[in-house]
Nanobody, 122 residues
Framework: QVRLVESGGGSVQAGTSLRLSCAASRSTYDVTWFRQAPGKEREGIAT????????YYADSVRGRFTISRDNANNTVYLQMNNLQPEDTATYYC??????????????????WGQGTQVTVSS
């Protein structure tokens, strides 16, 4: 079992930054950030593979968001810069203990955090 606890959401103005945190109860194969806006499907936006260390990003966030990990605390961060209104969503981190398919498919992840809301106003 893996317990994930997210923090760091909030309401901000466009062009500003937020950092989300995802604290895991143990090390995992990877950790992925997903987001879901009202009426839309859950979207995988960034992932951090543990071994070898590899990151991938969705086109919608590449160049603005950065995923990183603090090994000592089993915490994965999502630094979000230049936020835009279209980034408004509930953000979730998810984890798995082994490969189950592409990183951006939510059905492949058995462990999820509770979600944190990010609202960006123009």
């Amino acid at each position: 079992q893996v317990r994930l606890v997210e923090s760091g959401g909030g309401s901000v103005q466009a062009g500003t930054s937020l950092r989300l945190s995802c604290a895991a109860s143990r090390s995992t194969y990877d950790v992925t950030w997903f987001r879901q806006a009202p009426g839309k499907e859950r979207e995988g936006i960034a992932t951090f593979y543990s071994s070898p260390i590899t990151t991938y990003y969705a086109d919608s966030v590449r160049g603005r968001f950065t995923i990183s990990r603090d090994n000592a605390n089993n915490t994965v961060y999502l630094q979000m810069n230049n936020l835009q209104p279209e980034d408004t969503a509930t953000y979730y981190c998810a984890a798995r203990l082994s490969y189950t398919g592409p990183w951006n498919i939510p059905e492949g992840f058995p462990y999820w955090g509770q979600g944190t809301q990010v609202t960006v106003s123009s």
